[in-house]
């Protein structure tokens, strides 16, 4: 199963930009569709964007336009670029892979918070 470690979360205005990562390990990072999800307070979990291990990505319609996701199969890592945050988008930010065949458990991170306030 692989492991997940998200980091670059933070305070931003709104308007503004972060980038988040997630570094994965013990497993063939390649054969895993990687998702990011996001949990606001009181809120259910909700999927953010996902890239396929083919390189396909969607997006929910509340980020579409703004946030951008990328992996790199060498690095093991998978990146969501977030623009024009507004403050809607303040949220636990998790990761979340899944093998590409369905099989085995899908694997979590452990969070990053982003807040966007002025």
């Known amino acids: 199963q692989v492991q997940l470690v998200e980091s670059g979360g933070g305070l931003v205005q709104p308007g503004g930009t972060l980038r988040l990562s997630c570094s994965a390990s013990g497993a063939i990072f390649s054969v895993y569709n990687m998702y990011w999800y996001r949990q606001a307070p009181g809120k259910q979990r909700e999927m953010v964007a996902v890239?396929?291990?083919?390189?396909?990505?969607n997006y929910a319609y509340y980020v579409k336009g703004r946030f951008t996701i990328s992996r790199d199969n060498v690095k093991n890592t998978v990146t969501l670029q977030m623009n024009s945050l507004e403050p809607e988008d303040t949220a636990v930010y998790y990761c979340?892979?899944?093998?590409?065949?369905?099989?085995?458990?899908?694997?979590w991170g452990q969070g990053t918070q982003v807040t966007v306030s002025s």
């Open positions: 890239i396929r291990y083919d390189g396909r990505t």
């Open positions: 979340n892979a899944q093998r590409s065949d369905g099989s085995g458990p899908a694997s």
